[in-house]
T-cell receptor
Framework: GAVVSQHPSWVICKSGTSVKIECRSL??????MFWYRQFPKQSLMLMAT?????????EQGVEKDKFLINHASLTLSTLTVTSAHPEDSSFYIC?????????????FGSGTQLSVL | AQSVSQHNHHVILSEAASLELGCNYS??????LFWYVQYPGQHLQLLLK??????LVKGIKGFEAEFIKSKFSFNLRKPSVQWSDTAEYFC?????????????FGSGTRLLVRP
């Protein structure tokens, strides 16, 4: 089946540095990519949606200048946490989907645990 | 704004007990509905999905869900749970707005099945 590869799976960084997380769809071209974060013992929170051919749409309360999303191609999306702070420590998950015909394929990456010291 | 509500945050059952997890959504347009499962230490996996047609959807591992449009609900059921069903379950709604798509998750339900 289709696979979404997310790297790195775990990263520790110093406060003030930037961290880039990659999300790749390995055997299909994703028309839409989603980025989520999950705080401990809480639900997934949608951060942004990136559709083919358009800029990412950020959810209310998500700082677009802090969480830079680049949907470089139909198989690659990156999330860059700029000037990371301890409160950005979280579990980030991407998902990639093909929505021609509405919701036909949607796959999740394995997530990235970010710890900011 | 679209939202998804899961009423049970924690559920504890014994093996062979029946399971029903509630899910309600708020969105007036066309929706697709999903149930995902996250086993401990693993990533999300799709259990089942509803697009159209028969409102009773059967998924993997003996799970099923029923879409009741009048109640804006999509409850997940399993007649007899197993210890291996211990996981967190997320209901999700794919709400179409203009030409874009948005997948909104519920808060999740942690299921613990005691052997």
């Amino acid at each position: 089946g289709a696979v979404v590869s997310q790297h790195p799976s775990w990263v520790i960084c110093k406060s003030g540095t930037s961290v880039k997380i990659e999300c790749r769809s390995l055997d299909f071209q994703a028309t839409t990519m989603f980025w989520y974060r999950q705080f401990p013992k809480q639900s997934l929170m949608l951060m942004a949606t990136s559709n083919e051919g358009s800029k990412a749409t950020y959810e209310q309360g998500v700082e677009k200048d802090k969480f830079l999303i680049n949907h470089a191609s139909l198989t690659l999306s990156t999330l860059t946490v700029t000037s990371a702070h301890p409160e950005d420590s979280s579990f980030y998950i991407c998902s990639a989907g093909v929505f021609r015909g509405f919701g036909e394929k949607l796959f999740f990456g394995s997530g990235t645990q970010l710890s900011v010291l | 704004a679209q939202s998804v509500s899961q009423h049970n945050h924690h559920v504890i059952l014994s093996e062979a007990a029946s399971l029903e997890l509630g899910c309600n959504y708020s969105y007036g347009g066309t929706v697709n509905l999903f149930w995902y499962v996250q086993y401990p230490g693993q990533h999300l996996q799709l259990l089942l999905k509803y697009f159209s047609g028969d409102p009773l959807v059967k998924g993997i591992k003996g799970f099923e869900a029923e879409f009741i449009k009048s109640k804006f609900s999509f409850n997940l059921r399993k007649p007899s749970v197993q210890w291996s069903d211990t996981a967190e379950y997320f209901c999700a709604v794919n709400a179409r707005t203009d030409s874009s798509y948005k997948l909104i998750f519920g808060s999740g339900t942690r299921l613990l099945v005691r052997p």
